[in-house]
């Protein structure tokens, strides 16, 4: 099976130190959706949380002695699929944003972990119950 998937927009943000996790950051910047998608984002308001999908496009590409990794704030190694770390089978990404504006296709975002540039792949409502 092969899937396929394209961004639907692109994260930019002017920060050079990226928070390894975004439930540790304070830092902000801009998910641009392509314009074809703005509709899309009607409800989106700013306070709510958002579940961003990305792709982890600077990731090297990942071989069979990554399935074990140190993250750092644990010090010890760990199965890949209990990190968050990027380096992965398949390069994705998730992060919980709290939305700090919308205008059309731009939303401001705050508590990101992406690097400028980052493709964003979806973007779903985070729901708590």
């Known amino acids: 099976m092969k899937i396929t998937?394209?961004?639907?927009?692109?994260?930019?943000?002017?920060?050079?130190?990226?928070?390894?996790?975004?439930?540790?950051?304070?830092?902000?910047?801009q998910i641009v959706i392509d314009p074809q998608y703005t509709e899309g984002l009607t409800h989106i308001r700013a306070g709510q949380q958002i579940v961003v999908i990305f792709c982890c496009h600077k990731s090297g590409p990942f071989t069979s002695d990554l399935l074990m990794q140190t993250p750092p704030h644990k010090g010890r190694k760990t199965g890949v699929f209990s990190t968050c770390s990027p380096r992965r089978p398949n390069p994705i990404g998730l992060s919980v944003l709290t939305v700090t504006a919308v205008n059309a296709n731009v939303i401001d975002v705050s508590r990101i972990d992406m690097v400028n540039g980052t493709p964003i792949l979806d973007i779903k409502p985070h729901i708590v119950s």
């Not at 961004?7 to 540790?24: A, L, N, Q």
Request: net charge negative; hydrophobic share 30%; proline share 8%.
């Open 5 to 29: 998937m394209a961004p639907i927009g692109y994260f930019y943000t002017d920060e050079t130190e990226i928070p390894r996790h975004w439930s540790i950051s304070d830092e902000k910047g």
